[in-house]
């Protein structure tokens, strides 16, 4: 029946060569590279605009990036620039501001440290913490390095396209050999090669917490590689008009290219023709049709809720048994009067006061002021500050809705308390607040129990086990941060190029 309905259809305007379902960066990564290669791209995104948690929303004046707003990946030189590269291809252009400081540091025992862009200042400071660890403090910030200019050196493309490994290889053979070296390593073992304190061994795993969610040990190395030193080489750059502007480029480009993209437009199921993924069915009843379909949606929401639980592959129930959900977070998005914060506050913070709550629920807290690079972004006077802290969906389930409201109400007080430490005067100069919770993020970001992606069950061999964009069911991809590498824009653009170049090489483009 289904077989019959797909062949009525594959002539008609409805047939697709590929259907993206989510345009988060990964999904828009993808959507815009097949569209440059002149494949017939839908992509269907159940919120109102693009970019789910890089999206944004406006309240009072204020521009709030979704996410976080520490951005990677818009470096102008290089091979894993892969945010402006994303741009490029498909003739769209982002202005974006460059940060001198990634991360303000305020740590357990008085410990506070600015990441600068510029290396050598940065491991002078780290050093000036710990005078008898400079030389292993080197030795292991410079092994990231090593990773990273493997990866700098080569086009980044997919790692399932036997032509594309034979010609890097080719091209690159020490590079290549280099990763392979690194690819089932994680970070832990390395940094205790060269590092003993184990006070710099807790700030080595806050500086792996702060983004992948995991400590050092369950940190992939390849992936600390990228964030460790294209800190100090591309640096950190924000976008000019917010983080929501990176989404809404990237649909600019995908028209032009003749791309399409529909909004308010839910998956409810993939439709599969056998065992092979031929379209989708929307919420409101209607069906698309394509060669190829490719979930931007996490692997939870793709296996679990898109598709049968009876269709399930082995492999996903393998993956389900290595990796689990990461906690979501409770945000904060703050208006507040710009004299609150002295001058010179950097953009980004990271505060924590007993390193044995690094992991816990509202343990570590993050803090980025996007307005201190675009003050565009609120009303003259006041500046952003989006703080936010991981947080657990079990906790905010099954509450009345005045529960609900008094559990985020007495959250955000802490959380306030907390920003009073290193921003005093913060609680009176608040003008505007809204709170999230972890329910907040399923229900705009489609993501099951809210998730900020995968993290491993436990001690994995690197990357190795994160999967590549094919699937077990012919048809049907994923892309995004539940494929390899992970978490992080410039991770999702680089799972977009890899999954467009697979479904591309597929389709014979
Ligand atoms: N570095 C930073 O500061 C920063 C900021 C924001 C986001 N990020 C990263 O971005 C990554 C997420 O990117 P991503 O590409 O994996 O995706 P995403 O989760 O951001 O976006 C997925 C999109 O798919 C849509 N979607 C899901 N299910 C759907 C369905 N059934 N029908 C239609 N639409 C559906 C959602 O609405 C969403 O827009 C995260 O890893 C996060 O770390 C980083
Ligand atoms: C042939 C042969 C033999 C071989 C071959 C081999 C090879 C070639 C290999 C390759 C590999 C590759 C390519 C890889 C790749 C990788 C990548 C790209 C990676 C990337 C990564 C990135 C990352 C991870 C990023 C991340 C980031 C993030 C997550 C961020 C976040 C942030 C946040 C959350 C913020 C917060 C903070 C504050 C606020 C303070």
Request: hydrophobic share 40%; glycine share 10%.
């Given at each position: 029946?289904?077989?019959?309905?797909?062949?009525?259809?594959?002539?008609?305007?409805?047939?697709?060569d590929?259907?993206?379902?989510?345009?988060g960066?990964?999904?828009?990564?993808?959507?815009?590279?097949?569209a440059?290669?002149?494949?017939?791209?839908?992509?269907?995104?159940?919120?109102?605009?693009?970019?789910?948690?890089?999206g944004?929303?406006?309240?009072?004046?204020?521009?709030?990036?979704?996410?976080?707003?520490?951005?990677?990946?818009?470096?102008?030189?290089?091979?894993?620039?892969?945010?402006?590269?994303?741009?490029e291809?498909?003739?769209?252009?982002?202005?974006?501001?460059?940060?001198?400081?990634?991360?303000?540091?305020?740590?357990?025992?008085?410990?506070?440290?600015?990441?600068?862009?510029?290396?050598?200042?940065?491991?002078?400071?780290?050093?000036?913490?710990?005078?008898?660890?400079?030389?292993?403090?080197?030795?292991?910030?410079?092994?990231?390095?090593?990773?990273?200019?493997?990866?700098?050196?080569?086009?980044l493309?997919?790692?399932?396209?036997?032509q594309?490994?034979?010609?890097?290889?080719?091209?690159?053979?020490?590079?290549?050999?280099?990763?392979?070296?690194?690819?089932?390593?994680?970070?832990?073992?390395?940094?205790?090669?060269?590092?003993?304190?184990?006070?710099?061994?807790?700030?080595?795993?806050?500086?792996?917490?702060?983004?992948?969610?995991?400590?050092?040990?369950?940190?992939?190395?390849?992936?600390?590689?990228?964030?460790?030193?294209?800190?100090?080489?591309?640096?950190?750059?924000?976008?000019?008009?917010g983080?929501?502007?990176?989404?809404?480029?990237?649909?600019?480009?995908?028209?032009?290219?003749?791309?399409?993209?529909?909004?308010?437009?839910?998956?409810?199921?993939?439709?599969?023709?056998?065992?092979?993924?031929?379209?989708?069915?929307?919420?409101?009843?209607?069906?698309?049709?394509?060669?190829?379909?490719?979930?931007?949606?996490?692997r939870?929401?793709?296996?679990e809720?898109?598709?049968?639980?009876?269709?399930?592959?082995?492999?996903e129930?393998?993956?389900?048994?290595?990796?689990?959900?990461?906690?979501?977070?409770?945000?904060?998005?703050?208006?507040?009067?710009?004299?609150?914060?002295?001058?010179?506050?950097?953009?980004?913070?990271?505060?924590?006061?007993?390193?044995?709550?690094?992991?816990?629920?509202?343990?570590?807290?993050?803090?980025?002021i996007?307005?201190?690079?675009?003050?565009?972004?609120?009303?003259?006077?006041?500046?952003?500050?989006?703080?936010?802290?991981p947080?657990?969906?079990?906790?905010?389930?099954?509450?009345?809705?005045?529960?609900?409201?008094?559990?985020?109400?007495?959250?955000?007080?802490?959380?306030?308390?907390?920003?009073?430490?290193?921003?005093?005067?913060?609680?009176?100069?608040?003008?505007?607040?809204?709170?999230?919770?972890?329910?907040?993020?399923?229900?705009?970001?489609?993501?099951?129990?809210?998730?900020?992606?995968?993290?491993?069950?436990?001690?994995?061999r690197?990357?190795?086990g994160?999967?590549?964009?094919?699937?077990?069911?012919?048809?049907?991809?994923?892309?995004?941060?539940?494929?390899?590498?992970?978490?992080?824009?410039?991770?999702?653009?680089?799972?977009?190029?890899?999954?467009?170049?697979?479904?591309?090489?597929?389709l014979?483009?």
């Amino acid at each position: 029946m289904l077989a019959n309905s797909l062949r009525s259809h594959s002539n008609t305007y409805l047939c697709f060569d590929a259907i993206i379902i989510g345009s988060g960066i990964g999904g828009l990564v993808t959507a815009t590279q097949l569209a440059a290669k002149g494949a017939k791209v839908l992509v269907l995104e159940s919120y109102t605009i693009p970019g789910g948690s890089s999206g944004y929303f406006e309240r009072e004046g204020y521009r709030f990036d979704v996410g976080a707003s520490m951005i990677f990946g818009f470096g102008t030189q290089g091979t894993t620039n892969l945010l402006t590269k994303a741009l490029e291809a498909v003739n769209v252009k982002l202005e974006t501001i460059s940060d001198p400081v990634q991360i303000h540091y305020h740590l357990p025992k008085g410990i506070d440290l600015k990441v600068h862009k510029n290396y050598e200042k940065f491991l002078q400071k780290l050093g000036d913490i710990f005078p008898h660890e400079r030389q292993g403090i080197r030795q292991f910030y410079d092994e990231c390095w090593k990773v990273f200019n493997c990866l700098n050196s080569m086009e980044l493309l997919s790692l399932e396209e036997p032509q594309y490994l034979a010609r890097v290889f080719f091209q690159h053979p020490l590079a290549c050999l280099g990763l392979v070296k690194y690819l089932p390593q994680n970070v832990g073992d390395i940094a205790r090669r060269y590092i003993k304190d184990p006070e710099l061994l807790q700030f080595i795993d806050i500086e792996c917490y702060c983004w992948s969610v995991v400590p050092a040990d369950l940190t992939p190395m390849i992936n600390a590689g990228m964030v460790f030193s294209d800190r100090h080489y591309g640096g950190i750059n924000y976008p000019k008009g917010g983080v929501g502007q990176i989404a809404q480029k990237l649909v600019a480009g995908l028209e032009k290219a003749g791309g399409e993209i529909q909004y308010k437009a839910r998956v409810s199921q993939i439709l599969l023709d056998g065992d092979r993924a031929v379209g989708v069915e929307l919420a409101s009843g209607k069906t698309y049709y394509a060669k190829r379909v490719i979930s931007n949606a996490t692997r939870w929401d793709t296996f679990e809720k898109l598709l049968p639980v009876s269709k399930m592959p082995r492999a996903e129930r393998k993956w389900q048994q290595r990796y689990q959900k990461s906690p979501s977070f409770l945000s904060l998005h703050l208006g507040v009067q710009a004299d609150v914060l002295p001058i010179g506050t950097e953009c980004h913070h990271i505060v924590l006061e007993d390193w044995q709550n690094m992991t816990d629920s509202e343990g570590t807290l993050f803090v980025s002021i996007p307005t201190l690079l675009d003050p565009d972004l609120a009303p003259a006077g006041y500046n952003i500050v989006h703080a936010f802290t991981p947080s657990w969906v079990d906790d905010w389930q099954t509450l009345s809705s005045r529960e609900y409201e008094q559990r985020k109400e007495a959250a955000a007080g802490r959380v306030i308390e907390r920003l009073e430490k290193i921003f005093p005067g913060l609680d009176a100069g608040l003008d505007y607040m809204e709170v999230g919770t972890p329910r907040t993020h399923r229900r705009f970001l489609n993501r099951d129990d809210g998730t900020y992606g995968p993290i491993p069950q436990r001690r994995l061999r690197g990357l190795l086990g994160m999967p590549f964009n094919r699937t077990a069911i012919p048809g049907l991809y994923c892309v995004g941060d539940s494929t390899f590498p992970g978490q992080g824009l410039n991770a999702v653009a680089f799972s977009g190029f890899a999954c467009a170049h697979r479904v591309a090489v597929d389709l014979g483009l």
